[in-house]
């Protein structure tokens, strides 16, 4: 057999072979190119262009930025036609930020990135979260707080409402709000916002504040305001603590956009234990369920939690609007100088001590209800020496 070469076979067929195309790119159009391939993949995963804003991730605001300067660059936009199959460079801008009035330090400010030397925008390194900067400088910039003893008073009367339930802490972001009076903990302290400044525009035409905010280690800051909400929100820990004025925790009778929530349960034990039938009319177990009464007790002899025996529903009560979790705090705080030291075996011989149940008369849970509705039970406290809800103070 006669060895014919590929170009000879090529020859034949009346093909001649192409010589391979030169890639006559420079590094930047390369670089250029791949930053842009970056924004097509995220409109691919998104559905829509990177966005600006300070709520968004580093990558989207970063892509956001890249995306208006190449936008602005007609040697982009000749070098990037041939990629841009969702029309991407010439949509309009999306943010309100004058990208032209911008020189390079003030689009990595955007970006939370701090230019080391000479930096080329379409070849960013060293990329630090903005968050990470202002949190260090604002623990820097934290110094004695002269007057501390003026706040501390206001510190512990708030830690002991946070004991009594009369306020509680909620994930920052669900309120971004701040004012002025309000306490909230940041980096696992107490922060009281004590004083408020008068309303500027930012650098970039921005609405913010300066804070005098002191902290329950005898500290303070003159944060920004934005600075502050800034560091609340990145904080998994970020907290508001409530007001605890602000209202009952449910209405006395449901109106008709009210939602049902839940159910107060009270419950007498049939257990034939020698000390609960000693006192099995005193002896109440006190709960809030979402659910039926009914279905959560239907087991109740198999479980230790209902002392391995059948229990007596004697007293419901419905919830509107409510925090379940946070009413059934409540109650256990104001019951618990009667909480029943009880210990039994359960059905593998282990020692177990069951919870909410409570030496307790009836009228008295039918009494706490009551004021848990018109908002005064965070004044009381049960005394089991007089039997009877007594103030806290």
Known sequence: MVDISDDDLLAELGAAPEAKKQNARSPRDERIIAGFEDIVRFREEHGRVPRHGDNRDIFERLYAVRLDR?????????????????GLLVMAPASSIEIEDLDDDALLAELGVEPVGDVDLTNLTHVKPRAEVRAAEEVADRTPCVDFESFKPLFMRVKEDLDRAARETRRFGEDADVKKGEFFILGGQMAFVADMGEEFRSDYGRPDRRLRVVFDNGTESDLLLRSFQRALYKDEAGRRITDPNAGPLFGGAAEDDDLESGTIYVLQSKSDHPDVAAHRDLIHKVGVTGGSVEARIANAALDSTYLLAEVKVVATYKLFNINRSRLENVLHRVLSPARLDLTIQDRFGNPVKPKEWYL??????????????????????????????????
């Open 360 to 393: 307790v008369p009836l009228h008295v849970i039918d009494e706490v209800v009551a004021r848990v509705k018109d908002g005064t039970i965070i004044e009381f406290q049960y005394d089991p020496a007089e039997a009877r809800l007594i103030p806290t103070t």
């Open 70 to 86: 190449l936008r602005a660059q007609e040697d982009c936009r000749t070098l990037l036609h041939e990629f841009d199959r969702y």
